[in-house]
């Protein structure tokens, strides 16, 4: 089974804050995903990385950096916590192809920026 | 951008009853995935669809590829109080990474 997993399932952070989501596949996956959720609004893409150390961003990506420096990691950076960024944070994987995949999310990330 | 829409918003429906919901969009898609999520936790895949027309199943699931390629539904037989929770429709933009989400049909059973 493909196994998605987040660093950490609730976070309160304060405003300012640099702040550090973590998510790691074991399943030697090449495309790595980070979406933020929000009621009505569905999933929204902020960046996704197909490779280790390359990105692009998604369509959401102000006021956040990624890093991919292997491949089972993969991991979200707020730069300076702002309150618009209370959400919550799935992270998927999916093989390598652009054709036909299917992505695999974690648990999730709840975020509090206060 | 691109949007998809998803129908019902949500639904109560009796414990035994069959559900059925639909994700409709103006885009064409490659493939469409259906998930399930339940409160505080991550999406499920539950069906993916590779080719129009193409109906798949999984259980009491079952899912269809429309042949515009613009559209999809799920359907649930007999329900049961565990199918409660969200599902959600994506549909895979051609020849991209992207795919596209419905925000979800919202789904209680009651016992």
């Known amino acids: 089974d493909v196994k998605v997993t987040q660093s950490s399932r609730y976070l309160v952070k304060r405003t300012g804050e640099k702040v550090f989501l973590e998510c790691v596949q074991d399943m030697d996956h090449e495309n790595m995903f980070w979406y933020r959720q929000d009621p009505g609004l569905g999933l929204r893409l902020i960046y996704f990385s197909y490779d280790v150390k390359m990105k692009e961003k998604g369509d959401i990506p102000e006021g956040y950096s990624v890093s991919r420096e292997k491949k089972e990691r993969f991991s979200l950076i707020l730069e300076s916590a702002s309150t618009n960024q209370t959400s919550m944070y799935l992270c998927?994987?999916?093989?390598?192809?652009?054709?036909?995949?299917?992505?695999?999310f974690g648990p999730g990330t709840r975020l509090t920026v206060t | 951008g691109q949007q998809l829409n998803q129908s019902p918003q949500s639904m109560f429906i009796q414990e035994g009853e069959d559900v059925s919901m639909n994700c409709t969009s103006s885009s064409i898609f490659n493939t469409w995935l259906w998930y399930k999520q339940d409160p505080g936790e991550g999406p499920v895949l539950l069906i993916a669809l590779y080719k129009a027309g193409e109906l798949t199943s999984n259980g009491r699931l079952t899912a269809q590829f429309g042949i515009t390629r613009k559209d999809s539904f799920l359907n649930i037989s007999a329900s049961i109080p565990s199918d409660v929770g969200i599902y959600f429709c994506?549909?895979?933009?051609?020849?991209?990474?992207?795919?596209?989400f419905g925000t979800g049909t919202r789904l209680k059973v009651l016992a």
């Open positions: 994506a549909g895979q933009l051609g020849g991209t990474y992207k795919y596209i």
């Open positions: 998927a994987s999916s093989p390598p192809g652009q054709v036909f995949y299917e992505q695999y």
